[in-house]
């Protein structure tokens, strides 16, 4: 399995000093390489939490997350970074890129930490690549503030998969688009997912965008269950 979220627990104390309030209960979820899995549910139940653990950025309560074997939970910090860097794209809502470097300086940001001059002029070539593949490629060197906000979000998509991870994590990624580009991201997240064979797990409201995946899971309560 390319990613295996292993029985996650997660709780809040509550503001009120009484019982800890319960987010992820028992959660397990497994994806293969190419597999896609929308997780859905209303809001305040936890789908963001979910995600976040999975992609390293919050530690559970109880439970693991396995990247291509490897245990992430118990990482230190370092270690954490490293495969986050290494394993794991994230796309967000917002697409967070810097706006004091051009397009092509922001995708290749996670590759900064590779020595080898040889690695970093592929991982270059890959992302003149890719910014070709997703339509950008005559907006290399425009910055965040020149680029509409579908054209920032595919330069977030590319940035997350610059460094080939086993695993894309997307929390809502159409949320801030217009209907237009929340159509094109989202093929282009199916399409990418397929082509790279990474494992894909998808936070979204939108039940269109959902529907394109392999699997629609539902958190509710606490509990991971298969949607309609």
Do not use: W
Request: glycine content about 8%; charged content about 25%; hydrophobic content about 40%.
């Amino acid at each position: 399995m390319t990613c295996e979220i292993q029985n996650i627990a997660k709780a809040y104390p509550s503001p009120s000093g009484q019982e800890p309030l319960v987010i992820l209960d028992d959660i397990s979820l497994s994806l293969n390489k190419g597999e896609s899995a929308a997780i859905v549910g209303p809001s305040g139940s936890g789908k963001t939490t979910l995600l976040h653990i999975a992609a390293g950025l919050e530690a559970p309560d109880a439970g693991r997350v396995l990247i291509d074997g490897n245990d992430i939970s118990g990482l230190n910090e370092n270690e954490l970074a490293f495969t986050r860097n290494r394993k794991i794209g994230v796309v967000f809502q917002r697409h967070g890129l810097l706006p004091q470097c051009t397009l092509l300086e922001n995708v290749l940001i996670p590759t900064l930490p590779y020595q080898n001059r040889r690695e970093r002029d592929l991982l270059r070539q890959r992302a003149m690549n890719m910014l070709d593949r997703l339509g950008l490629s005559k907006r290399l060197g425009h910055f965040p503030s020149q680029l509409s906000g579908g054209e920032c979000q595919r330069a977030a998509l590319a940035r997350a998969l610059i460094n080939c991870p086993s695993l894309l994590c997307a929390d809502e990624p159409t949320g801030s688009l217009d209907n237009e580009s929340a159509i094109e991201m989202g093929r282009l997240l199916r399409e990418v997912n397929k082509e790279e064979q990474t494992a894909l797990i998808l936070v979204t409201h939108s039940e269109k965008l959902a529907a394109e995946m392999d699997r629609i899971l539902e958190l509710r309560n606490g509990k991971l269950n298969a949607g309609k």
